[in-house]
T-cell receptor, first 119, second 114 residues
Framework: EAGVAQSPRYKIIEKRQSVAFWCNPI?????LYWYQQILGQGPKLLIQ????????DSQLPKDRFSAERLKGVDSTLKIQPAKLEDSAVYLC?????????????????FGPGTRLLVL | GDSVTQMEGPVTLSEEAFLTINCTYT??????LFWYVQYPGEGLQLLLK?????DKGSNKGFEATYRKETTSFHLEKGSVQVSDSAVYFC?????????????FGKGTKLSVKP
């Protein structure tokens, strides 16, 4: 079974530029998550989708970050304009969600991440 | 809000030493608890989990027991190997949305020397 795919793996941009990340979850997973992991810290949830709807975006800086999952499968996360403090690893994860049973519903599987450096 | 506190690293051990990484949590209700591992240059991988009090999660020689009375989920391994060198994250499942999302600790870096 293929895992969560993310691209690009690395990105270097200058501040005030825009950048987009792409994620393809595990096939059949209804729930998709974007996390931000700053160096030396644990991942922090940015946004959670169930199918193509947003479940939780309370920690997404909406003045500069946006995300979509239009067809309920793959997703893009965009930053515009980027700031120095956005330098981090952006992780995508997916889980079965309501289509699963018991503990399988909630187990999240992570992609390799996109490492962003803003200069 | 919910939070997770892990022992600070880095932790350096010799091969075959005993490992304990402490983790405590604050949460409402009865969250599920997880340990994830992140090898250098890779994404997070689920190591083990426990969904209710007194459950023991285990995988690859690692174990952790869900202790509700002490709100703890300490990770242990009897004999570590060089290949266990990684960053370990403890996490709790927050059910704030219609489905839970993970609250992570800051991670503990483990280095195992031959």
């Amino acid at each position: 079974e293929a895992g969560v795919a993310q691209s690009p793996r690395y990105k270097i941009i200058e501040k005030r530029q825009s950048v987009a990340f792409w994620c393809n979850p595990i096939s059949g997973h209804a729930t998709l998550y974007w996390y931000q992991q700053i160096l030396g810290q644990g991942p922090k949830l940015l946004i959670q989708f169930q199918n193509n709807g947003v479940v939780d975006d309370s920690q997404l800086p909406k003045d500069r970050f946006s995300a979509e999952r239009l067809k309920g499968v793959d997703s893009t996360l965009k930053i515009q304009p980027a700031k120095l403090e956005d330098s981090a690893v952006y992780l995508c994860a997916s889980s079965l969600g309501p289509t699963g049973t018991g503990a399988d519903q909630e187990t999240q599987y992570f992609g390799p991440g996109t490492r962003l450096l803003v200069l | 809000g919910d939070s997770v506190t892990q022992m600070e690293g880095p932790v350096t051990l010799s091969e075959e030493a005993f490992l304990t990484i402490n983790c405590t949590y604050t949460a409402t209700g009865y969250p599920s608890l997880f340990w994830y591992v992140q090898y250098p240059g890779e994404g997070l991988q689920l190591l083990l989990k426990a969904t209710k009090a007194d459950d023991k999660g285990s995988n690859k020689g690692f174990e952790a027991t869900y202790r509700k009375e002490t709100t703890s989920f300490h990770l242990e391994k009897g004999s570590v190997q060089v290949s266990d060198s990684a960053v370990y994250f403890c996490a709790t499942m927050n059910y704030g949305g219609s489905q839970g999302n993970l609250i992570f600790g800051k991670g503990t870096k483990l280095s195992v020397k031959p």
